[in-house]
């Protein structure tokens, strides 16, 4: 499991799926506008959502915590390629498709 996603992210993978989950019923309310609902139109929009969000913490995370890169291009690479890109979107799609066996389970 530690060649795929750092265990550092695992704990994004619930915060992104708590995240669908308060996302979601602000767009699916058609009675109210708000702010929300405006910039993503539809819940179709939730998973790139949560994408960009897990890129944006695993890059940070990455910049923060680096595997012993003392610094410049080396770190920034590792930061933004591969915890940021990689690692990031490995934890979005795990959360993304834990997300639709939950929702699928429920039905």
Known sequence: MDTYILPQLLVLIPFL???A??????LADDAKPNIIKNTL?????IPYILWIISVLISTAYGFIYNSGYAGGLDKAIYAVLIVGILH???V????????DTAKAAKV
């Open 17 to 19: 799926m708590g995240l």
């Open 21 to 26: 989950q308060v996302i979601k019923p602000y």
């Open 41 to 45: 139109k539809s819940t179709k929009r």
């Open 88 to 90: 990031g979107s490995v």
């Open 92 to 99: 979005a799609w795990t959360a993304m498709g834990l997300y």
